[in-house]
């Protein structure tokens, strides 16, 4: 079946510093790629997502491209604030021809100190 | 902008009660779900449900059960509480296959 595979956390960073936060992934078919934020105490949002091969989603500084030779979605900002502190989940959104559902990997924590 | 509503965010009740946890969504979706999220243990999917009385169940169905009379509500039922049933409930809500996820704030849930 399909499967996610994330870095394990947590990830601490001073603010400013380079984040890159590991997703590969195996899926039948062509899945859309999701990251999404939860933030403390809260559900979690949709932050990017890609829809097909060299896709770039960008939102909020952070940036994530669909590499399909690679089978991977990682997430990356080039400047963290401390305000970024949250867990990020990598996530398939499943096909119509493959799993229906949605597929998330564990999530990585992000700690960032000022 | 989109809405997905869980009635509760905290919740305590006793073992061998009936529980019922609401979700509400105003974009009209086909696509809902109910997952439990546990430290160490992510997502996890108990049901699922992809239209109007139309159910599947996830990875974890066991002492739950769901409802989905109308297309924006989707209830999930806890036959009889137990204490491994203390977790925080996640529901979401999807246009269809392919397209993101909304989620509500979470309904956290303690069974004493």
């Known amino acids: 079946g399909d499967s996610v595979t994330q870095m394990e956390g947590p990830v601490t960073l001073s603010e400013e510093a380079f984040l890159t936060i590991n997703c590969t992934y195996t899926?039948?078919?062509?899945?859309?790629l999701f990251w999404y934020v939860q933030y403390p105490g809260e559900g979690l949002q949709l932050l990017l997502k890609?829809?097909?091969?060299?896709d770039k989603g960008s939102n909020k500084g952070f940036e994530a491209t669909y590499r399909k030779e690679t089978t991977s979605f990682h997430l990356e900002k080039g400047s963290v604030q401390v305000s970024d502190s949250a867990v990020y989940f990598c996530a398939l959104g499943g096909t119509s021809g493959g799993s229906y559902i949605p597929t998330f990997g564990r999530g990585t924590s992000l700690i960032v100190h000022p | 902008d989109v809405k997905v509503t869980q009635s509760s965010r905290y919740l305590v009740k006793r073992t061998g009660e009936k529980v019922f946890l609401e979700c509400v969504q105003d974009m009209d979706h086909e696509n809902m779900f109910w997952y439990r999220q546990d430290p160490g243990l992510g997502l996890r999917l108990i049901y699922f449900?992809?239209?109007?009385?139309?159910?599947e169940k996830g990875d974890i169905p066991e002492g739950y059960s769901v409802s989905r009379e109308k297309k924006e509500r989707f209830s999930l039922i806890l036959e009889s509480a137990s204490t491994n049933q203390t977790s925080m409930y996640l529901c979401a809500s999807r246009d269809r296959v392919g397209q993101p996820q909304h989620f509500g704030d979470g309904t956290r849930l303690s069974i004493l």
């Open positions: 899926a039948t078919g062509y899945p859309s």
């Open positions: 449900s992809y239209d109007v009385k139309m159910k």
């Open positions: 890609a829809t097909k091969a060299d």
